[in-house]
């Protein structure tokens, strides 16, 4: 199903997100999760 597609993409993406962006950054990303 597209539910399952867009699981994967968002898995993906904070994964990627979660390698680059640091704590310190109060860009209030983190918050998201």
Same mark, same amino acid.
């Given at each position: 199903?597209? *539910?399952?597609?867009? &699981? *994967? &993409?968002?898995? @993906?993406?904070?994964?990627?997100? *979660? &390698?680059? @962006?640091?704590?310190? &950054?109060? *860009?209030?990303?983190?918050?998201?999760?």
């Amino acid at each position: 199903m597209l *539910d399952e597609t867009i &699981k *994967d &993409k968002l898995r @993906s993406i904070y994964q990627a997100m *979660d &390698k680059v @962006s640091l704590p310190e &950054k109060g *860009d209030g990303v983190g918050e998201h999760v």
